[in-house]
């Protein structure tokens, strides 16, 4: 198969537990691109934390954003594909943390909102390395679009709450993890999948001619959707039983081994 997008998430895809991108994973990236392959970047995060990213590997094209409900490009900001939680489901998610004592997250603006100055959004902040602000009142927010709501807390807590929670926004809202402690809310067509298949048509291919890679349940609409799905080595293993093809994990070059396997060396077959 031709290849010509290549779909990577972010975190414990294409960073190391470390957050770093080995000097081999850029490499094998940028001969993808040289022969005219599209490497672009499918994550949960938001586009303001995502770019930095892209431009450690001084990438050019739009990227996948908030887990699928923004598609932006990196030069001129100007945004592909939008997609926002109905305003309606998100008073609803609102009025059940705050009836449940649970630490929610909103995203307006491209800026990353908290109630309190807690350890849950510090330890957050760090790892997406951004910024964000404290307001006690979410209800002087909810009114504006969101690209996506979050909450923090234990793994099996949130299993229960997503369970709670979907007879009541399910129709709505596309409710997914990222992490085993982070629960997501998003649009239902703000997913990796429907952005992939966005991406594919703005660039002129086939869904055939994609390849997705991931490690978690939030990458498995676009797993399913790429004509190439693949699963980290150290991706959950619901993921790896959707998956064409499990990889290395991500602190063994994962996506440098899909890239060289798939896409340069086939090329030179």
């Known amino acids: ?13 294409l960073l190391t537990d470390d957050l770093t991108m080995t000097e081999g994973t850029k490499r094998a990236m940028e001969a993808a691109i ?10 949960g995060r938001m586009f303001a934390s995502a770019r930095k990213i892209a431009k450690q590997i001084e990438l050019n094209v739009p990227i996948i954003t908030y887990q699928g409900a923004l598609v932006k490009t990196l030069l001129d900001g100007q945004v592909l594909y939008e997609r926002s939680v109905p305003i ?15 630490h929610l997250q909103l995203y ?38 969101m690209n996506k709501m979050l909450m923090i807390d234990e793994p099996a807590r949130l299993d229960e709450i997503a369970e709670q929670l979907r007879p009541l926004v399910g129709d709505r809202v596309h409710i997914t993890k990222s992490k085993a402690h982070y629960l997501e809310f998003m649009h239902k067509e703000g ?12 660039l002129g291919c086939t869904m055939e001619q994609t390849i ?25 293993q619901s993921l790896k039983d959707i998956a064409d093809y499990v990889t290395l994990t991500n602190n063994e070059e994962g996506v440098r081994h899909v890239i060289e396997k798939f896409v340069l060396n086939a090329a030179t077959v």
Not at 88 to 102: T, V, W, Y
Not at 191 to 202: C, D, I, N, P
């Open 1 to 13: 198969m031709n290849y010509k997008l290549i779909a990577i998430d972010v975190d414990d895809t």
């Open 34 to 43: 040289a022969r005219g392959v599209t490497v672009t970047l499918a994550t």
């Open 88 to 102: 309606d489901a998100a008073k609803e998610i609102h009025a059940f943390a705050e009836a449940n004592g649970l």
């Open 108 to 145: 307006v603006d491209d800026e990353l909102y908290g109630t309190e100055d807690n350890n849950k959004i510090k330890a957050y902040s760090k790892l997406s390395n951004i910024p964000y602000k404290i307001e006690p009142d979410f209800h002087k927010l909810l009114d504006y679009p």
């Open 191 to 202: 997913t990796k999948g429907h952005a992939l298949r966005f991406m594919a048509e703005h």
């Open 212 to 236: 997705a890679l991931g490690d978690a349940w939030n990458d498995n609409e676009m797993i399913r959707e790429a004509g190439l799905g693949v699963a980290m080595g150290n991706a959950i």
